[in-house]
Every structure is written in C-alpha cells, then in structure tokens.
C-alpha cells in the first residue's frame, strides 16, 4: 500500500500562483509515475500532469506553460507550480502515484486539495 498526503491548496485570485506538495509512504516503488489529476464541479477526473522516476514530463495541454511538475526522488514528493492561474482551474486536485509490477498496474490516489481561482 501507498499513501498519499497532499498540501498546498487554497483561494487564489486570477493570475495568481500556488504550490501543491505531495508526500508518497509506505510501499515506494523505484520506478513509479507520479503526478496530478484534478475534478472540477460537474465534470470528470482530468489528468494535469505526469513525472516518471527519471523526471520526464508530461502535461495537459491547458496547463501547458502554466504549470510545472516537479520531484524529489529522496524525498518521496511530487510538486505541482501553479502560476497564471484562472478560474477554470478550479476543482479539487488529487496526487496520483502509479507502477506496474509482475503485469499487474498499480494506482494510488491522494484525498485530495481544493483549488479556487475567484475574482
């Protein structure tokens, strides 16, 4: 099992910037993705972005020179930079951490943050 633990959700106004922190225990995987997804009002989970072990990158394209992800792999954490932000990013963002192991995937989910960009 893995557990997730976010942080760094909050009110932000338009254009402003926040950073989410994620902190992954219990059974680490090497070579897991980690990341961020996120669920607005209404709507279904959407990826925001993706990092593998070896640091590659992957973002939605609405949050594409918007958003950074980062991580420490000694630390076990993920980061989301959120800068620019508008108010269609609002929704509850959730840390994700994924492996594949003997054919079998493997997929974890945080409890997730709030995010609410008001004017």
């Known amino acids: 099992q893995v557990q997730l633990v976010e942080s760094g959700g909050g009110l932000v106004q338009p254009g402003g910037s926040l950073r989410l922190s994620c902190a992954a225990s219990?059974?680490?995987?090497?070579?897991?993705?980690m990341g961020w997804y996120r669920r607005a009002p209404g709507k279904e989970r959407e990826l925001v972005a993706t990092?593998?072990?070896?640091?590659?990158?992957n973002y939605a394209e609405s949050v594409k020179g918007r958003f950074t992800i980062s991580r420490d792999n000694t630390k076990n954490m993920v980061y989301l930079q959120m800068n620019s932000l508008k108010p269609e990013d609002t929704a509850v963002y959730y840390c994700?951490?994924?492996?594949?192991?003997?054919?079998?995937?493997?997929?974890?989910w945080g409890q997730g943050t709030q995010v609410t960009v008001f004017s």
């Open positions: 994700y951490y994924g492996y594949r192991s003997w054919g079998s995937q493997y997929d974890y």
């Open positions: 219990g059974s680490i995987f090497s070579s897991a993705t």
């Open positions: 990092i593998t072990s070896g640091s590659r990158p």
